[in-house]
């Protein structure tokens, strides 16, 4: 493809998250051999506090969990979370982005005024009071309220563009051939914006992660669903730095690091292809 041809850090950034995403994919496999059916998070399934080894590669924690298979259960869910909401959010995005640009009017002035309110207004406590009080906090339902305060963003980028090209000829072309509304927008515009969707769902998938891990640091959110974020909870709330066991706090730290590198590693390599505006003046 062009795109790995093209940009190396879109190469690189494409082999971590994928690296990342089969391991977490894999979770189910090795945790079931390394524990022997039971639970990452089972309490007291080892001897408590025990230093890094064969049998613990990052050693365990004060409640004889092994600390790797909670890493891999932590990065299973955190790349659920940020890939569904993500997901979710750039739908929503790209749908009401392209009404709002192609249609606007009255459409358009609704569309940015929701948007313009979910960007201005403070998100995060009310993520956070949603989750507070809710009494069953699952894993959909936390992605459809991180995807609720995400799309807004992506809307907003992806709107202007969609406004200069219903113009264009070939849109002109397809309205004089009998094309509805809709067969434009999703099949003779939409196409166009399918590296720039891409850059918004990558951002969307960042922002979501970062709220949910913001969220489970606090202690807040499914206990259930043990993301890196609640990971780090747990060790934060354990006192694992005070006593030495840096493996469950850096561990998830440094895969989330990862994770948003590699992200932003694939959106500069997009920009860099298919953005014009970034290319040099002279040469292509």
């Known amino acids: 493809m062009r795109i790995f041809r ?3 850090k879109f190469t690189v950034g494409f082999i971590i998250i994928s690296f990342l995403v089969i391991i977490a994919f894999l979770e189910p496999t090795i945790n079931n051999r390394r524990l022997e059916g ?3 998070t089972e309490i007291g399934l080892f001897d408590t506090v025990l230093p890094p080894s ?7 924690d004060t409640y004889g969990r092994d600390v790797l298979s909670m890493i891999l259960t932590g990065l299973k869910y955190s790349l659920l979370i940020g890939f569904t909401a993500g997901s979710l959010a750039t739908i929503i995005a790209v749908t009401l982005a392209t009404i709002a640009g192609y249609k606007g009017g009255s459409a358009d002035t609704v569309i940015t005024t929701i948007s313009n309110a979910i960007l201005v207004i403070p998100s995060w406590p009310i993520l956070a009071i949603i989750v507070l009080f809710v009494r069953k906090v699952d ?4 992605s459809l309220i991180l995807a609720f305060f995400s799309w807004a963003g992506s809307s907003r980028q992806i709107k202007p563009q969609i406004s200069s090209l219903k113009e264009r000829p070939y849109v002109e072309l397809a309205r004089v051939t009998g094309f509805s509304d809709i067969e434009i927008m999703f099949k003779e515009i939409l196409p166009n914006f399918l590296p720039y969707i891409f850059v918004g769902f990558s951002y969307a998938v960042t922002g979501t992660m970062m709220a949910e891990t913001a969220l489970r640091l606090v ?3 499914p206990a259930d669903i043990p993301s890196l974020g609640q990971i780090l909870n747990w060790a934060l709330y354990a006192g694992s730095l005070a ?8 561990t998830p730290i440094v895969i989330l ?3 948003f590198v590699s992200i932003n590693l694939m959106n500069v390599g997009l920009d860099e292809v298919y953005n014009p505006r970034l290319k040099k003046i002279t040469g292509v």
């Open 243 to 250: 006593q030495g066991h840096y493996f469950l706090v850096l």
């Open 6 to 8: 093209d940009s190396p």
């Open 54 to 60: 064969k049998e613990h590669p990052f050693g365990t």
């Open 139 to 142: 894993l959909l339902f936390l």
């Open 38 to 40: 039971h639970s990452s």
């Open 257 to 259: 690091i990862l994770i």
């Open 219 to 221: 202690g807040l959110g």
